[in-house]
Protein backbone atom coordinates (compact mmCIF):
# COMPACT_ATOMS: atom_id res chain seq x y z
CA UNK A 1 0.00 0.00 0.00
CA UNK A 2 3.00 2.36 0.36
CA UNK A 3 4.24 2.11 -2.49
CA UNK A 4 1.36 2.34 -4.37
CA UNK A 5 0.50 5.43 -2.31
CA UNK A 6 4.09 6.73 -3.50
CA UNK A 7 3.20 5.58 -7.40
CA UNK A 8 0.26 7.94 -7.31
CA UNK A 9 1.54 11.04 -4.82
CA UNK A 10 4.39 10.92 -7.90
CA UNK A 11 2.41 10.65 -10.61
CA UNK A 12 -0.59 13.41 -9.43
CA UNK A 13 2.06 16.18 -8.81
CA UNK A 14 -0.19 18.02 -6.87
CA UNK A 15 1.49 20.50 -4.45
CA UNK A 16 -0.65 20.79 -0.90
CA UNK A 17 -1.90 17.20 -1.55
CA UNK A 18 -1.09 13.84 1.10
CA UNK A 19 -2.59 11.11 -0.71
CA UNK A 20 -4.37 7.90 1.34
CA UNK A 21 -5.10 5.23 -0.83
CA UNK A 22 -6.51 4.23 -4.12
CA UNK A 23 -9.37 1.85 -5.91
CA UNK A 24 -11.32 1.19 -8.17
CA UNK A 25 -15.00 1.60 -8.30
CA UNK A 26 -17.75 -1.02 -8.70
CA UNK A 27 -17.98 -0.91 -12.47
CA UNK A 28 -14.50 -0.62 -12.92
CA UNK A 29 -14.29 2.18 -15.57
CA UNK A 30 -13.12 4.60 -12.78
CA UNK A 31 -9.97 5.39 -10.68
CA UNK A 32 -10.95 7.06 -6.85
CA UNK A 33 -7.69 8.26 -5.30
CA UNK A 34 -8.28 9.43 -2.05
CA UNK A 35 -6.96 12.58 -1.16
CA UNK A 36 -6.72 14.83 2.02
CA UNK A 37 -4.95 18.43 1.91
CA UNK A 38 -1.65 18.79 3.97
CA UNK A 39 -2.24 20.53 7.64
CA UNK A 40 -4.81 21.36 9.34
CA UNK A 41 -5.77 25.42 8.17
CA UNK A 42 -9.33 26.82 9.03
CA UNK A 43 -11.41 26.42 6.41
CA UNK A 44 -11.88 29.33 4.42
CA UNK A 45 -14.34 30.58 1.07
CA UNK A 46 -13.06 30.41 -2.33
CA UNK A 47 -13.92 33.86 -3.22
CA UNK A 48 -13.34 36.15 -0.83
CA UNK A 49 -10.62 34.22 1.19
CA UNK A 50 -12.80 34.62 4.27
CA UNK A 51 -12.85 32.11 7.23
CA UNK A 52 -15.98 30.15 7.23
CA UNK A 53 -18.30 30.43 10.54
CA UNK A 54 -21.59 29.20 11.40
CA UNK A 55 -21.69 25.34 11.82
CA UNK A 56 -19.00 23.81 9.93
CA UNK A 57 -19.43 19.99 8.46
CA UNK A 58 -18.08 17.40 6.27
CA UNK A 59 -18.64 17.19 2.67
CA UNK A 60 -17.36 14.42 0.52
CA UNK A 61 -16.68 15.94 -2.94
CA UNK A 62 -15.10 14.25 -6.46
CA UNK A 63 -12.90 16.08 -8.80
CA UNK A 64 -11.62 14.55 -11.96
CA UNK A 65 -7.92 14.70 -13.50
CA UNK A 66 -6.32 13.33 -15.67
CA UNK A 67 -6.67 9.76 -16.68
CA UNK A 68 -4.67 6.90 -15.99
CA UNK A 69 -3.93 4.70 -18.90
CA UNK A 70 -7.03 5.32 -20.61
CA UNK A 71 -9.14 4.69 -17.22
CA UNK A 72 -10.76 8.26 -15.59
CA UNK A 73 -9.31 9.20 -12.35
CA UNK A 74 -11.11 11.09 -9.55
CA UNK A 75 -9.75 12.69 -6.60
CA UNK A 76 -11.76 11.95 -3.53
CA UNK A 77 -11.68 13.78 -0.29
CA UNK A 78 -13.72 14.94 2.27
CA UNK A 79 -13.59 18.77 2.95
CA UNK A 80 -15.35 21.51 5.34
CA UNK A 81 -18.59 23.45 4.28
CA UNK A 82 -19.23 26.67 6.38
CA UNK A 83 -20.96 29.91 6.31
CA UNK A 84 -19.63 32.78 4.39
CA UNK A 85 -20.45 36.27 5.43
CA UNK A 86 -21.33 37.15 1.82
CA UNK A 87 -21.73 34.35 0.00
CA UNK A 88 -24.07 32.03 2.69
CA UNK A 89 -23.39 28.48 2.91
CA UNK A 90 -19.85 27.39 1.06
CA UNK A 91 -17.70 25.07 0.65
CA UNK A 92 -14.07 25.66 1.60
CA UNK A 93 -10.89 26.23 -1.10
CA UNK A 94 -8.87 23.65 -1.77
CA UNK A 95 -5.45 23.71 -3.24
CA UNK A 96 -5.92 21.43 -6.18
CA UNK A 97 -8.99 22.89 -7.44
CA UNK A 98 -11.39 26.06 -8.16
CA UNK A 99 -14.01 27.06 -5.88
CA UNK A 100 -16.61 24.83 -6.75
CA UNK A 101 -15.66 23.22 -9.78
CA UNK A 102 -15.44 19.90 -10.20
CA UNK A 103 -12.45 19.33 -11.83
CA UNK A 104 -8.82 20.04 -10.79
CA UNK A 105 -6.77 22.87 -11.89
CA UNK A 106 -4.76 20.81 -13.97
CA UNK A 107 -7.77 19.06 -15.95
CA UNK A 108 -8.75 22.50 -16.18
CA UNK A 109 -5.26 23.52 -18.07
CA UNK A 110 -5.37 20.40 -20.30
CA UNK A 111 -8.60 20.95 -21.68
CA UNK A 112 -8.00 24.65 -21.94
CA UNK A 113 -4.78 23.84 -24.24
CA UNK A 114 -6.60 21.63 -26.35
CA UNK A 115 -9.14 24.48 -27.03
CA UNK A 116 -6.26 26.53 -27.84
CA UNK A 117 -6.10 24.86 -31.03
CA UNK A 118 -9.88 22.87 -31.86
CA UNK A 119 -13.39 23.83 -30.79
CA UNK A 120 -14.91 23.16 -27.93
CA UNK A 121 -17.28 20.72 -29.16
CA UNK A 122 -14.17 18.63 -30.08
CA UNK A 123 -13.11 18.69 -26.50
CA UNK A 124 -16.13 17.97 -25.21
CA UNK A 125 -16.10 14.73 -27.05
CA UNK A 126 -12.46 14.07 -26.28
CA UNK A 127 -12.69 14.55 -23.02
CA UNK A 128 -16.40 13.09 -22.19
CA UNK A 129 -17.23 16.45 -20.96
CA UNK A 130 -20.47 18.62 -21.68
CA UNK A 131 -20.03 21.44 -23.75
CA UNK A 132 -21.11 23.57 -21.20
CA UNK A 133 -18.24 22.30 -18.80
CA UNK A 134 -16.09 22.98 -21.42
CA UNK A 135 -16.56 27.06 -21.76
CA UNK A 136 -16.60 27.31 -17.83
CA UNK A 137 -13.27 25.47 -17.56
CA UNK A 138 -11.48 27.84 -20.50
CA UNK A 139 -13.35 30.88 -18.00
CA UNK A 140 -11.56 29.59 -15.03
CA UNK A 141 -7.78 28.89 -16.72
CA UNK A 142 -8.22 32.45 -18.28
CA UNK A 143 -8.88 34.01 -15.18
CA UNK A 144 -6.14 32.35 -13.45
CA UNK A 145 -3.31 32.68 -16.17
CA UNK A 146 -4.28 35.29 -18.43
CA UNK A 147 -1.32 38.21 -17.36
CA UNK A 148 -2.02 40.99 -14.95
CA UNK A 149 0.04 43.54 -16.37
CA UNK A 150 -1.50 43.58 -19.70
CA UNK A 151 -2.27 47.27 -19.59
CA UNK A 152 1.24 48.35 -17.80
CA UNK A 153 3.85 49.76 -20.27
CA UNK A 154 2.26 50.24 -23.33
CA UNK A 155 4.13 52.38 -25.23
CA UNK A 156 2.25 51.52 -29.15
CA UNK A 157 -0.75 49.66 -29.63
CA UNK A 158 -2.53 48.85 -32.58
CA UNK A 159 -6.54 49.49 -32.76
CA UNK A 160 -8.61 47.63 -35.04
CA UNK A 161 -12.40 46.00 -35.69
CA UNK A 162 -13.43 42.84 -36.66
CA UNK A 163 -16.90 41.37 -37.07
CA UNK A 164 -17.79 38.75 -34.47
CA UNK A 165 -21.84 38.51 -35.58
CA UNK A 166 -24.50 39.03 -38.56
CA UNK A 167 -26.21 42.50 -38.63
CA UNK A 168 -22.63 44.40 -38.37
CA UNK A 169 -21.90 43.29 -34.83
CA UNK A 170 -18.48 44.22 -34.13
CA UNK A 171 -15.70 44.08 -31.69
CA UNK A 172 -12.60 46.42 -31.23
CA UNK A 173 -9.39 44.89 -30.01
CA UNK A 174 -6.55 46.74 -29.01
CA UNK A 175 -2.95 44.97 -29.66
CA UNK A 176 0.23 45.58 -27.83
CA UNK A 177 2.59 46.12 -30.58
CA UNK A 178 5.75 45.13 -29.02
CA UNK A 179 4.55 42.27 -27.11
CA UNK A 180 2.35 41.42 -30.11
CA UNK A 181 -0.86 40.44 -27.45
CA UNK A 182 -4.32 41.50 -27.52
CA UNK A 183 -4.32 43.67 -23.81
CA UNK A 184 -8.01 44.76 -24.01
CA UNK A 185 -11.07 43.95 -26.20
CA UNK A 186 -14.55 45.74 -26.19
CA UNK A 187 -18.14 45.55 -27.62
CA UNK A 188 -19.13 48.03 -30.77
CA UNK A 189 -16.51 50.11 -32.92
CA UNK A 190 -17.29 54.03 -32.33
CA UNK A 191 -15.31 56.49 -30.20
CA UNK A 192 -17.14 55.57 -26.95
CA UNK A 193 -15.89 51.87 -26.84
CA UNK A 194 -11.78 52.65 -27.96
CA UNK A 195 -12.88 55.91 -24.78
CA UNK A 196 -13.79 53.17 -22.37
CA UNK A 197 -10.28 51.49 -23.37
CA UNK A 198 -8.61 54.77 -22.47
CA UNK A 199 -10.77 55.07 -19.59
CA UNK A 200 -9.73 51.96 -17.97
CA UNK A 201 -6.01 53.15 -18.73
CA UNK A 202 -5.76 55.15 -16.63
CA UNK A 203 -3.87 58.95 -16.94
CA UNK A 204 -0.84 57.79 -15.76
CA UNK A 205 -0.78 54.89 -18.18
CA UNK A 206 -1.82 56.89 -21.12
CA UNK A 207 1.07 59.24 -20.77
CA UNK A 208 3.71 56.97 -21.67
CA UNK A 209 1.28 56.42 -24.54
CA UNK A 210 3.50 57.12 -27.52
CA UNK A 211 2.21 55.38 -31.01
CA UNK A 212 -1.36 54.35 -32.01
CA UNK A 213 -1.16 52.56 -35.11
CA UNK A 214 -5.19 52.37 -36.84
CA UNK A 215 -6.83 52.05 -40.03
CA UNK A 216 -8.27 55.42 -41.55
CA UNK A 217 -11.39 55.70 -39.02
CA UNK A 218 -12.65 58.44 -37.50
CA UNK A 219 -14.20 57.40 -34.34
CA UNK A 220 -10.74 55.60 -33.67
CA UNK A 221 -8.94 58.98 -34.62
CA UNK A 222 -11.64 60.99 -32.30
CA UNK A 223 -11.18 59.01 -28.97
CA UNK A 224 -7.30 58.88 -29.31
CA UNK A 225 -7.15 62.53 -29.76
CA UNK A 226 -9.55 63.16 -27.08
CA UNK A 227 -8.31 60.78 -24.15
CA UNK A 228 -4.36 60.68 -25.74
CA UNK A 229 -3.65 63.94 -27.71
CA UNK A 230 0.18 63.64 -27.14
CA UNK A 231 0.44 60.08 -28.79
CA UNK A 232 0.90 59.74 -32.68
CA UNK A 233 -1.23 58.54 -34.93
CA UNK A 234 -0.14 55.91 -36.98
CA UNK A 235 -2.63 55.33 -40.22
CA UNK A 236 -2.07 51.74 -41.98
CA UNK A 237 -0.13 51.56 -45.50
CA UNK A 238 -2.92 48.84 -46.29
CA UNK A 239 -5.93 51.38 -46.31
CA UNK A 240 -4.70 54.59 -47.90
CA UNK A 241 -3.76 52.32 -51.06
CA UNK A 242 -7.05 50.90 -50.55
CA UNK A 243 -8.89 54.12 -50.72
CA UNK A 244 -6.67 55.03 -54.08
CA UNK A 245 -7.55 51.85 -55.84
CA UNK A 246 -11.44 52.96 -54.91
CA UNK A 247 -10.48 55.69 -56.54
CA UNK A 248 -8.94 54.54 -59.81
CA UNK A 249 -12.08 52.09 -59.68
CA UNK A 250 -14.62 54.54 -59.34
CA UNK A 251 -13.23 56.68 -62.79
CA UNK A 252 -13.60 53.30 -64.48
CA UNK A 253 -17.22 53.28 -63.58
CA UNK A 254 -18.02 56.86 -64.67
CA UNK A 255 -15.88 56.31 -67.91
CA UNK A 256 -17.80 52.94 -68.61
CA UNK A 257 -21.58 54.53 -67.65
CA UNK A 258 -20.54 57.55 -70.06
CA UNK A 259 -18.69 55.76 -73.23
CA UNK A 260 -21.50 53.53 -74.19
CA UNK A 261 -21.61 51.36 -77.43
CA UNK A 262 -18.99 50.25 -79.41
CA UNK A 263 -16.77 53.05 -77.85
CA UNK A 264 -16.95 50.99 -74.74
CA UNK A 265 -15.59 47.83 -75.45
CA UNK A 266 -11.53 48.43 -74.98
CA UNK A 267 -12.72 49.17 -71.32
CA UNK A 268 -14.52 45.60 -70.65
CA UNK A 269 -12.18 43.34 -68.63
CA UNK A 270 -9.79 45.99 -67.63
CA UNK A 271 -10.52 46.12 -63.66
CA UNK A 272 -8.10 44.06 -62.45
CA UNK A 273 -5.58 45.13 -64.53
CA UNK A 274 -5.87 48.60 -63.05
CA UNK A 275 -5.59 47.84 -59.76
CA UNK A 276 -2.96 45.42 -59.55
CA UNK A 277 0.40 46.21 -58.26
CA UNK A 278 2.67 47.60 -61.34
CA UNK A 279 5.59 45.23 -60.08
CA UNK A 280 2.80 42.23 -60.46
CA UNK A 281 1.86 42.71 -64.01
CA UNK A 282 1.10 40.11 -66.64
CA UNK A 283 1.48 39.82 -70.52
CA UNK A 284 -2.47 40.22 -70.26
CA UNK A 285 -2.21 43.21 -67.79
CA UNK A 286 0.19 45.33 -70.32
CA UNK A 287 -2.00 44.65 -73.51
CA UNK A 288 -5.32 45.80 -71.24
CA UNK A 289 -3.48 49.08 -69.65
CA UNK A 290 -1.98 50.09 -73.37
CA UNK A 291 -5.56 49.46 -74.74
CA UNK A 292 -7.11 51.86 -72.20
CA UNK A 293 -4.21 54.48 -73.08
CA UNK A 294 -5.23 54.35 -76.74
CA UNK A 295 -9.05 54.79 -76.06
CA UNK A 296 -9.39 56.91 -72.81
CA UNK A 297 -7.16 59.24 -71.45
CA UNK A 298 -8.94 60.15 -68.71
CA UNK A 299 -8.97 56.33 -66.77
CA UNK A 300 -5.44 56.29 -68.32
CA UNK A 301 -4.35 59.68 -66.52
CA UNK A 302 -5.96 58.37 -63.13
CA UNK A 303 -3.71 54.94 -63.79
CA UNK A 304 -0.87 57.49 -63.92
CA UNK A 305 -1.33 58.97 -60.31
CA UNK A 306 -1.97 55.39 -59.56
CA UNK A 307 1.37 53.98 -60.40
CA UNK A 308 3.25 57.13 -59.40
CA UNK A 309 1.78 56.82 -55.92
CA UNK A 310 3.41 53.89 -55.10
CA UNK A 311 6.66 55.51 -55.59
CA UNK A 312 6.11 56.98 -51.65
CA UNK A 313 6.66 53.81 -49.89
CA UNK A 314 10.23 53.54 -51.20
CA UNK A 315 11.57 56.92 -49.84
CA UNK A 316 13.47 56.69 -46.93
CA UNK A 317 12.49 59.60 -44.70
CA UNK A 318 9.49 61.83 -43.67
CA UNK A 319 10.83 65.51 -45.07
CA UNK A 320 10.96 62.99 -48.84
CA UNK A 321 7.47 61.78 -48.15
CA UNK A 322 6.16 65.20 -47.04
CA UNK A 323 7.22 66.71 -50.41
CA UNK A 324 6.13 63.82 -52.36
CA UNK A 325 2.75 63.53 -50.86
CA UNK A 326 2.20 67.84 -51.92
CA UNK A 327 3.69 67.08 -55.24
CA UNK A 328 1.06 64.24 -55.96
CA UNK A 329 -1.98 65.47 -54.56
CA UNK A 330 -1.63 68.51 -56.16
CA UNK A 331 -1.21 66.80 -60.00
CA UNK A 332 -4.62 64.51 -58.50
CA UNK A 333 -6.19 67.72 -57.88
CA UNK A 334 -5.54 69.23 -61.49
CA UNK A 335 -6.19 65.60 -63.09
CA UNK A 336 -10.08 67.16 -63.04
CA UNK A 337 -11.06 63.70 -62.02
CA UNK A 338 -13.60 63.90 -58.90
CA UNK A 339 -13.02 60.55 -57.54
CA UNK A 340 -8.74 61.23 -57.97
CA UNK A 341 -9.96 64.99 -56.01
CA UNK A 342 -11.54 63.29 -53.04
CA UNK A 343 -8.77 61.00 -52.13
CA UNK A 344 -6.04 64.08 -52.74
CA UNK A 345 -8.10 65.95 -49.78
CA UNK A 346 -8.31 62.65 -48.01
CA UNK A 347 -4.70 62.64 -48.13
CA UNK A 348 -4.04 66.30 -47.33
CA UNK A 349 -6.31 65.51 -43.86
CA UNK A 350 -4.71 62.53 -43.06
CA UNK A 351 -1.26 63.84 -43.72
CA UNK A 352 0.18 63.85 -40.21
CA UNK A 353 -0.97 59.94 -39.62
CA UNK A 354 0.43 59.13 -43.06
CA UNK A 355 3.77 60.30 -42.45
CA UNK A 356 4.01 58.56 -39.02
CA UNK A 357 4.49 55.10 -41.24
CA UNK A 358 8.01 56.92 -42.15
CA UNK A 359 8.70 58.38 -38.36
CA UNK A 360 8.50 54.82 -37.20
CA UNK A 361 9.90 53.25 -39.62
CA UNK A 362 7.23 51.22 -41.48
CA UNK A 363 4.81 50.95 -38.99
CA UNK A 364 1.71 48.91 -40.14
CA UNK A 365 -1.49 47.66 -38.61
CA UNK A 366 -0.49 44.25 -39.97
CA UNK A 367 -0.31 42.68 -36.63
CA UNK A 368 -3.86 43.76 -35.55
CA UNK A 369 -4.67 42.08 -38.82
CA UNK A 370 -3.32 39.09 -37.94
CA UNK A 371 -4.93 38.65 -34.81
CA UNK A 372 -8.50 39.47 -35.99
CA UNK A 373 -7.68 36.29 -38.91
CA UNK A 374 -6.86 34.36 -35.42
CA UNK A 375 -10.03 35.64 -34.21
CA UNK A 376 -11.96 35.07 -37.27
CA UNK A 377 -10.59 31.59 -36.99
CA UNK A 378 -11.63 30.84 -33.64
CA UNK A 379 -14.90 31.58 -34.80
CA UNK A 380 -15.23 29.71 -37.15
CA UNK A 381 -14.10 27.18 -35.72
CA UNK A 382 -16.91 27.11 -32.95
CA UNK A 383 -19.37 28.28 -35.63
CA UNK A 384 -20.31 31.00 -33.92
CA UNK A 385 -20.66 32.10 -29.81
CA UNK A 386 -23.67 32.39 -27.94
CA UNK A 387 -22.28 35.16 -25.65
CA UNK A 388 -20.12 37.90 -26.13
CA UNK A 389 -18.22 37.12 -23.09
CA UNK A 390 -17.51 33.43 -24.09
CA UNK A 391 -15.88 35.18 -26.79
CA UNK A 392 -13.84 37.78 -25.08
CA UNK A 393 -12.15 34.44 -23.25
CA UNK A 394 -11.85 32.78 -25.98
CA UNK A 395 -9.65 35.51 -27.67
CA UNK A 396 -7.84 36.15 -24.69
CA UNK A 397 -6.81 32.42 -24.45
CA UNK A 398 -5.53 32.26 -27.75
CA UNK A 399 -3.83 35.64 -28.16
CA UNK A 400 -3.01 37.49 -25.07
CA UNK A 401 0.23 35.32 -24.02
CA UNK A 402 -1.52 32.93 -22.36
CA UNK A 403 1.05 29.87 -22.33
CA UNK A 404 -0.20 26.52 -20.52
CA UNK A 405 2.35 24.05 -19.20
CA UNK A 406 0.87 20.78 -18.97
CA UNK A 407 1.64 18.35 -15.93
CA UNK A 408 4.79 15.82 -17.66
CA UNK A 409 5.63 17.87 -20.14
CA UNK A 410 9.06 18.73 -20.68
CA UNK A 411 10.07 20.58 -23.72
CA UNK A 412 13.53 19.62 -25.27
CA UNK A 413 16.77 21.68 -24.70
CA UNK A 414 16.77 24.50 -26.36
CA UNK A 415 13.18 24.43 -27.53
CA UNK A 416 10.81 27.08 -26.61
CA UNK A 417 7.43 26.30 -25.39
CA UNK A 418 5.31 28.36 -27.65
CA UNK A 419 7.99 29.81 -30.24
CA UNK A 420 6.78 33.00 -31.66
CA UNK A 421 7.58 34.64 -35.02
CA UNK A 422 9.15 38.27 -34.19
CA UNK A 423 9.61 41.35 -37.05
CA UNK A 424 12.81 42.97 -35.99
CA UNK A 425 12.64 46.30 -37.39
CA UNK A 426 16.66 47.54 -37.85
CA UNK A 427 17.18 51.08 -36.81
CA UNK A 428 17.42 52.68 -40.37
CA UNK A 429 15.33 50.36 -42.31
CA UNK A 430 12.66 51.83 -44.23
CA UNK A 431 10.37 48.99 -44.52
CA UNK A 432 9.17 45.56 -42.81
CA UNK A 433 8.50 42.44 -43.65
CA UNK A 434 4.44 41.90 -44.06
CA UNK A 435 4.44 38.63 -43.03
CA UNK A 436 1.92 37.80 -40.64
CA UNK A 437 3.34 38.61 -36.79
CA UNK A 438 2.99 37.59 -33.38
CA UNK A 439 5.19 40.34 -32.22
CA UNK A 440 7.42 43.13 -32.91
CA UNK A 441 10.56 44.25 -31.80
CA UNK A 442 10.57 48.40 -32.18
CA UNK A 443 13.93 49.65 -31.86
CA UNK A 444 14.23 52.63 -29.26
CA UNK A 445 15.13 55.30 -31.69
CA UNK A 446 11.47 54.75 -33.10
CA UNK A 447 9.51 55.78 -29.61
CA UNK A 448 11.12 59.20 -27.36
CA UNK A 449 11.80 61.68 -30.31
CA UNK A 450 11.69 65.03 -30.22
CA UNK A 451 8.35 65.90 -31.80
Known amino acids: MRALRAFFQSLLR ?9 RLDRDGDRVLIDVRRHGNAKPRCPRRDRVL ?16 VG ?13 CP ?29 VQVADKTAAARTYDLAWRS ?31 KRNHRYLTVVTDVVSGRVVWVGEGKSAETLGRFYAELGAERRERLEVVCMDMSDAYQTATEDWAPHADIVFDRFH ?24 GHPLKDVRFSLLRNPTHRTPKDQEAIARVERTNQRLFRAYQL ?49 LGFFRFGGLTNSLAEGINSKIQL ?45 RILRAGATTLHHTAPTALAVPAWAFGRKR
Open 86 to 114: RHSRMVESVPWAHGRARHTRSFDRQVASF
Open 240 to 263: VVKLLLKAVDEVRREECRNTGGIA
Open 53 to 68: GGRVMWTRHEWRHFDV
Open 306 to 354: RVSFEDLWMLSSEEEAREFLMSWTRSALLSRLQAMRGFAHTLRRHLKGI
Open 71 to 83: VRCYLVADIREGR
Open 14 to 22: LQGVIVLGA
Open 378 to 422: AIHRARGFHSLPALVAMIHLCCSGVRLRLLGFRPRRGARVAPQQS
Open 134 to 164: VGRMVKRVVDAFLPKDLLDGLVAISVDETSY
